[in-house]
């Protein structure tokens, strides 16, 4: 692999495996808790063979899982969307998760929850999955170089369209990424930071693992979701922090004209928190500096994050661990 394609790959997702290198990981894998290194699913499981599955990304601030509730809700949608019962209520999908946290003594932290269809055989009828995988994985957050918030980040309109949502819907969080990585290899050959999908009409959908949104006249535009976009936690926050800065928060249909010239451009997702955007197709965005709107985004953003208290990992500490 190229150099700077590998350095494009390393702030593109948080890398928890790196960032826990040494020292015994526990991941939950079906009813137990395992050191990273015996943690293992079959090669007949059909989230490997098929990509039949649907996951979550979740951060955990200062000992408290963030948004939780919102991440459980979207999971189930995704389970319900392609007809997988997960084995688990939402309150034992609640526990296992904060056990996971809690068992190794994490305070800022990222969770993967994976849940695909289970073994089955070489054909892809998920009937022959019997019992559906659990994976819980949390571990030390990597995060993105707060440098990136600084300067900004360049990004690209990618050639490779977003899946239509009557093919495969976006809304549903599904270990079927390779549209994304499709694009996400055109920013990396490009040198660039992101790429930006639309669908094939030429509307914008998002990034490849972040909502869009920009600012324009006092307003946060973002996409409607039922283009295929996936409905991010995070852009349902900042729509509703929007206000506290006195903006409005709007749906609308924008189109590569609207990125180019709109006046600040941002990304939001939960391993990116808001990224602002300063470049398009080699088009500057604003001055070419993150705006002055979307680091109040981000400062408000961050400040309700480290605020938000629902769901402790350590309910007897006043501080947690880690
Ligand atoms: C395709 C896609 N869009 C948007 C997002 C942002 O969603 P969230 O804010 O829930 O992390 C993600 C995050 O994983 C994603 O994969």
Known sequence: MKENMKEN?????PNPSEANKNSTLLVYVNGTWLPKQEAKVSIWDHGFLYGDGIFEGIRVYKGYVFKLKEHLNRLYASAAAIDLTIPH???EMEDLIIETVRKN??????????ISRGAGDLGIDPRKCKEPTVMILADKINLYPEELYKTGIKVMIASTRRNP???????IKSLNYLNNILAKLEHIRAGLDEA????????????TAENVFVV???????????????EGITRGV????????GFRAEEALLNSYDLYTCSELFLTGTGAEIIPVVEVDGRKIGNGAPG?????????YRDYAARYQETPVYPDKKVGVG
């Open 292 to 300: 002055q709107t979307t680091l109040q985004i981000l400062k408000t």
């Open 105 to 114: 003594g994490l305070k800022e932290s990222y969770i993967r929850l994976v």
């Open 216 to 230: 324009k006249d006092r307003k946060l535009l973002t996409p409607p979701c039922y283009l295929g976009a996936l």
């Open 196 to 207: 930006i999908m639309l669908n094939h009409e030429g509307y914008v959908v998002e990034g």
């Open 165 to 171: 949502p009557d093919s495969l819907n976006g809304r």
């Open 238 to 245: 900042v729509m509703g922090l929007a206000a506290e800065i």
């Open 89 to 91: 209520s939402p309150d």
């Open 9 to 13: 790959m390393n702030h593109v997702s």
